[in-house]
Nanobody
Framework: QVQLVESGGGLVQTGYSLRLSCTASGRTFSSYAMGWFRQNPGKEREFVAAISWSGSNTYYADSVKGRFTISRDNAKNTVYLQMNSLKPEDTAVYYC?????????????????WGQGTQVTVSS
């Protein structure tokens, strides 16, 4: 099992930036893909971004492409989500997730471990 703890959420105005961090423990962090998801009350969990085990491959939802950047530092057991040009529609609880393999294959089911989430609120 892997334990994940997110941090970095907050309340910002439209156009501002936030950097989320997710620190992992209890598993060989560098061997698995990692992902970020978000969810609003009453809505389904939404894929945001993912990154392969080495950081060589990244994947983004169309809604955040060009604004968000996912990265990882395996030496620190940490994955990041840099969020620029934030919009009110980005408001959600953001969750970090650990995958079951080295690469992301396009499904949420392949992520078996989840953090508790961090709230991001973007005001207009």
């Amino acid at each position: 099992q892997v334990q994940l703890v997110e941090s970095g959420g907050g309340l910002v105005q439209t156009g501002y930036s936030l950097r989320l961090s997710c620190t992992a423990s209890g598993r060989t962090f560098s061997s698995y893909a990692m992902g970020w998801f978000r969810q609003n009350p009453g809505k389904e969990r939404e894929f945001v971004a993912a990154i392969s085990w080495s950081g060589s491959n990244t994947y983004y939802a169309d809604s955040v492409k060009g604004r968000f950047t996912i990265s990882r530092d395996n030496a620190k057991n940490t994955v990041y989500l840099q969020m620029n040009s934030l919009k009110p529609e980005d408001t959600a609880v953001y969750y970090c997730a650990a995958g079951s393999g080295r690469y992301y294959h396009g499904t949420s089911a392949e992520f078996g471990s989840w953090g508790q989430g961090t709230q991001v609120t973007v005001s207009s």
